[in-house]
């Protein structure tokens, strides 16, 4: 089973990657600069590296590198700069899980490829009316103009609820929402909510990437797991930090 990882190079990526290769999964992953990769993956028979832009990468290219695909996760993002927070492409991943999802769709491929995407508790799952105090409301307000990066988030997981839906034949898909996040050397146990169970602004929980990454990896290799998350938008908590809420 192969999965095509987005966003590879980053902090939270390249946990994931690992974490797949940990569950026996073979790895495609687009990066824009492979030399900067860790030198593992070069050597290694399970992993392929795609050199590539990915706001530059045209349908039909992106349809070829998916193709053997059975999964693609997302962990893409702005990179924290002046540049990356408010220049273009404002809608990068937005626009990415549409490019990705209209190639799958050119695939027709025989059973839905599996889509994960890394989200944040900062974006509610407004099919489930998750409530909102009338100060996280007015704070989110402020940041959907302030920060692009926000807006692009919320959207990203909207196309994924409207666009795509529950019920599509060639898509499936799980948006991820860790809280605040942390760097730690191994998985810890951590928790999955429906929704999140703590304010993400005002009393803010944390998630480990390597976490994260565990989380997105076990989605895409436990059917069960799957099942049991597919169309839906879990939170994730690390285990300490929900037991002192």
């Known amino acids: 089973m192969t999965t095509l990882v987005v966003g590879a190079s980053g902090a939270t990526g390249k946990?994931?990657?690992?974490?797949?290769?940990?569950?026996?999964?073979?790895?495609?992953?687009?990066?824009?600069s492979p030399e900067k990769a860790p030198e593992f993956w070069k050597n290694n028979n399970d992993i392929s590296i795609i050199k590539a832009s990915v706001s530059e990468i045209s349908e039909d290219e992106m349809a070829s590198y998916i193709k053997e695909c059975h999964a693609v996760a997302f962990?893409?993002?702005?990179?924290?700069?002046?540049?990356?927070?408010?220049?273009?492409?404002?809608?990068l991943v937005t626009n990415a899980v549409r490019?990705?999802?209209?190639?799958?769709?050119?695939?027709?491929?025989?059973?839905?490829?599996?889509?994960?995407?890394?989200?944040?508790?900062?974006?509610r799952n407004r099919d489930l009316k998750e409530p909102i105090s009338v100060g996280e409301r007015l704070i989110i307000g402020l940041l959907r103009l302030l920060l692009p990066p926000h807006p692009d988030n919320e959207k990203a997981a909207d196309f994924l609820r409207l666009k795509i839906g529950q019920a599509d034949s060639l898509v499936e898909w799980?948006?991820?929402?860790?809280?605040?996040?942390?760097?730690?050397?191994?998985?810890?146990?951590?928790?999955?909510y429906e929704s999140p169970i703590r304010s993400a602004l005002f009393n803010p929980g944390?998630?480990?990437?390597i976490n994260v990454g565990h989380f997105m990896a076990k989605l895409i290799s436990d059917n069960a797991i799957w099942i049991k998350w597919k169309g839906q938008m879990p939170v994730l908590y690390n285990k300490e930090t929900e037991q002192k809420k």
């Open 174 to 192: 799980v948006a991820v929402r860790p809280d605040t996040l942390i760097d730690e050397d191994i998985v810890q146990k951590y928790d999955i």
């Open 75 to 91: 962990c893409l993002g702005h990179n924290l700069s002046f540049k990356g927070i408010y220049g273009k492409p404002r809608k």
């Open 206 to 209: 944390k998630t480990s990437r």
């Open 15 to 32: 946990h994931l990657v690992q974490q797949l290769l940990n569950m026996g999964q073979k790895v495609k992953v687009i990066i824009r």
């Open 99 to 123: 490019l990705v999802c209209t190639a799958i769709k050119k695939n027709q491929p025989q059973n839905p490829v599996k889509f994960v995407l890394m989200n944040t508790t900062g974006n």
